[in-house]
Each structure stands twice: as C-alpha cells, then as structure tokens.
C-alpha cells in the first residue's frame, strides 16, 4: 500500500472518531510528529507540544499557501511556483495550511490538510 493511500486510510479513520469530528478538518491525522498532505498540500512538524518546528508547502502549482497552528503567528507565503512557509510554535493543537492556487484572477483550494500537536 503506497504512503498516499496510507494517509487516506488514516484520515477516513480519523474522521470516524466523534472527539476529531468534532473540532477538526476532514483531512486531519493525528501524529506525534510528522507530515500529512491533502491534494497538493503538505504540512508538517516536527518536535512536540514543548517546541516544534512546522512547515507546509504547496505541490506542483502557482500560487500561495497558509500556515496556522498553536503559538505560532498565522504565516502566509508569497505568491510562487512550489509555495511554502514555515515558523517554530509550542503547544498543543491542530497545525492546520490550506494552498490557493491564483489562476487568471481566481483562488483554487489545493488542500487543507492538518495534524495535531500533543
């Protein structure tokens, strides 16, 4: 089973917990550390609910992506091919990016994947 299929594997799980379903994006996974994509977004961390270091980026388009997450100060990229972003946070919660990608005047949502940091 590929890693992609894996992940969604997860996510449809996820969801099914009433806790996650809740107060959490379909998309989200719960991790220790690590990376969680939807479509053609990807966010990450790594450390824990003491210190971490996040970072989301975008796949194969043009445009921006949106990074939020506990202590950590809402980021949001420039405008360019393969966006991302990143900042240090502490606490625990969901680490949340969302990729819009800028086609003739629109935004076209890319992905809104999110993982939890305990």
Same mark, same amino acid.
């Given at each position: ?43 990450? !961390? %790594? ?10 980026? $975008?796949?194969?388009? !043009? *445009? #921006?992506? %949106?990074?939020?997450?506990? *202590?950590?100060?809402?980021? #949001?990229?420039? %405008? ?8 240090? *946070? ?7 990016? #969302? $990729?819009?990608? #800028?086609?003739? *005047? ?13």
């Amino acid at each position: 089973m590929n890693l992609r299929k894996t992940l969604l594997s997860l996510s449809a799980l996820a969801a099914l917990v009433p806790a996650l379903a809740l107060g959490a994006p379909a998309q989200a996974e719960t991790a220790l550390s690590g990376t969680v994509c939807d479509r053609q977004v990807c966010v990450g !961390y %790594d450390g824990n609910k003491n210190g971490f270091f996040a970072s989301t980026t $975008g796949i194969s388009f !043009y *445009g #921006h992506v %949106d990074l939020w997450g506990p *202590g950590l100060s809402f980021r #949001h990229s420039p %405008d360019m091919q393969n966006p991302s972003t990143s900042a240090n *946070g502490i606490g625990e919660g969901w680490l949340c990016a #969302h $990729g819009w990608k #800028h086609e003739n *005047g629109n935004f076209i949502d890319m992905g809104f994947p999110c993982v939890q940091v305990s």
